[in-house]
């Protein structure tokens, strides 16, 4: 028996497949014959990191809300039906919810962000389509981009909402909102929110690796991942904070654009990674979570006495730096060569690693900025994003 799946593109015919008693969740195919008593999750996942998605199970289907998907737009509900059982009866705040069978064939992937969870998941056969194919680092990925199997569909950074719909992928995953994302939505085609940016923490931008494995039902697997991660994580952390306050270095962040400056906001996660590390952050009681601007005098009398600088970016060299910004020179951190950038893993076509794998792995994130605060706790660790600005 076979069925063609909706909202997958119309040559892809799955095999059913029966869940066998005792089985996990099914990854792959369509329940063969459907029994109302049966729980087909038995396999969960409980967000625990994340604050802006959760899951509610039910025997056939999964109930899930994403909060600040648009904005101050009131949360979105997804319902994620397992393939091969019947569509639910949904009413109240659920009736105009969109509908989701899963486990998901096909993929479209709105940030670089959301492609490596499928590479961690063992999963990546599932990608169809990216924003821009320029974007994309890695050797699985690059292999896929290569077959041929993955389409682009926002190079110019506006959707093609054709290319979306006559695609037909299985589930459109939106990184924001765009006026193209309604048109896609009412193709019948399922839009999806992820804002793992939003998270103020590290680990809980990881942690929606656990909402792409919803969708296609690896949950067990997810699960372990990001249990390994935060364990890593935690571990690297303990040994940063037994730190005494008076050696962790002061840290400084961003760059400045025409006298105005753009730090990481004082509840942002990079504000938690430099206090994980071992570091104290010069904006700390700032209290924004995403970036905000503040004038060059104010970061001047802020940090001119900074330690360290991360996350500024885009410079050649340290002369380059004083081309942008000759006030650059007034600061100790660029006056001692400690000025780190995130640039190590770069593609010819400006692809950056650190937006894609990073996300995924705050681990090894973490352990880099240690390595840049207290060389002497990670004697072995090999940089895998950050580099120092070249003198010349």
């Known amino acids: 028996m076979t069925r063609f799946l909706p909202g997958a593109a119309a040559a892809i015919v ?14 792959r195919g369509c329940v063969d014959r459907f029994d109302a008593a049966r729980d087909y999750f038995p396999d969960k996942v409980t967000v625990r990191d994340a604050t802006n998605f959760s899951v509610e199970y039910r025997r056939s289907f999964k109930v899930v809300t994403v909060r600040g998907a648009y904005g101050g737009s009131p949360p979105e509900r997804y319902v994620l039906v397992q393939c091969g059982t019947p569509a639910p009866a949904l009413a109240g705040d659920l009736s105009g919810a969109q509908v989701v069978q899963v486990p998901a064939t096909s993929v479209f992937a709105g940030s670089t962000t959301q492609v490596m969870p499928l590479v961690d998941l063992k ?71 992820n804002t793992e940016w939003l998270e103020p923490t590290a680990l809980a931008r990881a942690e929606w690796l656990k909402y792409i494995a919803l969708f296609l039902n690896e949950e067990r697997q997810a699960t372990a991942i990001h249990d390994a991660t935060s364990a890593r994580y935690r571990a690297i952390s303990a040994r940063a904070l037994a730190v005494p306050e008076a050696s962790r270095p002061l840290v400084m962040t961003g760059r400045s654009t025409r006298g105005t400056w753009v730090i990481a906001g004082g509840r942002s996660y990079v504000a938690a990674l430099i206090h994980d590390a071992g570091g104290r952050y010069v904006w700390a009681d700032n209290t924004a979570v995403g970036a905000p601007n503040v004038d060059l005098e104010a970061m001047i009398r802020r940090a001119s006495q900074a330690d360290v600088w991360i996350n500024g970016g885009g410079w050649p060299t340290m002369a380059a730096m004083l081309d942008d910004e000759p006030r650059y020179a007034e600061f100790k951190a660029y006056k001692t060569g400690q000025v ?29 900025l240690v390595k840049i605060f207290h060389p002497s706790l990670m004697p072995d660790h090999m940089f895998e994003w950050y580099m120092t600005v070249r003198t010349r």
């Not at 682009?152 to 299985?170: K, N, Y």
């Not at 593609?347 to 650190?354: M, R, V």
């Open 14 to 27: 799955i095999a059913a497949a029966p869940i066998q008693p005792g089985a996990g969740n099914l990854s």
């Open 123 to 193: 999963r990546l056969e599932v990608l169809t389509g990216v924003s821009r194919l320029r974007d994309l680092v890695g050797d699985a990925v690059q292999s896929r981009v290569a077959s041929g199997a993955v389409r682009e569909f926002a190079a110019a950074g506006v959707v093609d909402a054709e290319l979306v719909v006559a695609s037909r992928p299985s589930v459109f995953m939106s990184a924001g909102g765009d006026p193209a994302l309604a048109a896609i939505r009412s193709a019948g085609i399922p839009v999806v929110a």
């Open 340 to 368: 780190w950038v995130y640039e190590r893993r770069q593609t010819p076509g400006g692809g950056n690693d650190y937006w894609s794998r990073s996300v995924s792995h705050p681990d090894l994130m973490l352990a880099d």
